[in-house]
């Protein structure tokens, strides 16, 4: 069985979007089982809703949720040990549940995981990897917004840890890796960025095959199956990517309602629209999983709906079901083997850790 504890109070709209999202994904999968964290006022009438979650789900009263405009340091000082996004995290240190899926305040839910479950022994700082529709298909790209500035070695960690998703996530040997960078010639961009190129190069081991450098454009048409860059630019092209996608939603309704022969030329293409509409739609590739931690932690759009919030419990199944921290692991050990960090803050998360 693969349990997942549930943050039911996160979110713009909480338990109302959670627990259909959970019957959802039990209509689909018959080996899931729920811990479930939140307000009993709030939680159990939304349960009673869906009586044949019962046997499946467990509920544990919490009396404080973490707002969505709460700053992680107050998140983690005021009651936090009471809030269902600490216990559901709590969970999985304890061994109770497999992974944790929270729509919460991002901020927070990063402090806490990295604060209860701390990071891998050689991983400085963790990452937000996102699944990434492309023309080939789909490609994860890492860090989307937990780590402002990368060095060479980090973005290697980034490259290890995306890499790992992959062979989880699409049962792929050896993902292809690509650094986001200015311009694919190996003379451009910052030096941690031509630094980390350089040490991806060297011939060895590691389950996946480096590409070199890649652009924006490059991330869409899916050259390569991960992409890995440091926070500050990945959320860019997150934010920006999913804006082109509503603006240009926003372009098709308006252009398909227009006139007469517009909406005549629509209910002839409306099978084609359709598939358009569903390569668009966002809530297929919701779910930001937390990586570089002694744990799998999955974030939802605030935003998202049931079937968006579905989604990300999915990607959580399959991380687990996967076994995407001994992949990842493994690929840390080879690597870290052959390129000591000597006096690094590595060093000490590893004493931390143990």
């Not at 504890?5 to 080996?31: F, K």
């Not at 497999?98 to 209860?116: E, P, Q, R, V």
């Not at 031509?194 to 389950?207: I, T, V, Y």
């Amino acid at each position: 069985m693969i349990r997942i504890s549930i943050d039911a109070m996160g979110g713009d709209i909480g338990p109302a979007v959670v627990i259909p999202a959970l019957q959802s994904v039990a209509l689909r999968r018959n080996d899931v089982r729920f811990l479930v964290y939140g307000r009993e006022d709030a939680v159990r009438p939304e349960l009673n809703k869906y009586p044949k979650l019962a046997p499946i789900v467990e509920f544990v009263h919490c009396e404080v949720a973490v707002r969505m405009d709460d700053k992680p340091s107050q998140a983690l000082r005021h009651g936090r040990w009471k809030s269902s996004m600490w216990k559901a995290i709590e969970a999985v240190k304890n061994g109770e549940a497999d992974a944790c899926i929270s729509a919460g305040n991002t901020g927070a839910l990063m402090a806490m995981s990295k604060f209860c479950l701390r990071t891998m022994a050689t991983i400085d700082r963790p990452a937000i990897a996102a699944i990434w529709p492309t023309l080939r298909g789909e490609s994860v790209v890492l860090d989307v917004g937990a780590t402002i500035g990368a060095d060479a070695h980090q973005l290697i960690d980034f490259a290890i840890l995306g890499a790992g998703m992959a062979r989880a996530l699409f049962g792929m040997e050896r993902p292809t890796v690509g650094l986001l960078n200015v311009g694919v010639e190996e003379i451009k961009g910052q030096e941690d960025v031509k630094e980390a190129g350089l040490l991806l190069r060297e011939p060895g081991k590691m389950a996946m095959d480096y590409h070199g450098f890649v652009e924006g454009d490059d991330i869409g048409k899916g050259t390569v199956d991960v992409v890995v860059t440091e926070g500050f630019a990945g959320n860019i092209a997150l934010k920006t990517a999913e804006g082109t996608v509503r603006q240009i939603s926003s372009y098709l309704r308006a252009a398909m309602s227009r006139t007469l022969m517009a909406k005549i030329g629509y209910f002839f293409a409306r099978g084609a629209f359709k598939t358009l509409r569903e390569k668009l739609d966002v809530r297929r590739a919701n779910g930001g999983v937390f990586l570089g931690l002694n744990g799998i932690v999955v974030k939802s759009h605030g935003g998202a709906d049931d079937e968006g919030f579905a989604a990300a419990i999915e990607l959580g199944y399959d991380m687990v079901r996967n076994r995407l921290l001994d992949r990842i692991e493994a690929d840390l050990d080879l690597f870290h083997a052959r390129h000591p960090r000597t006096g690094s803050r590595s060093a000490e998360l590893a004493g931390d850790n143990e």
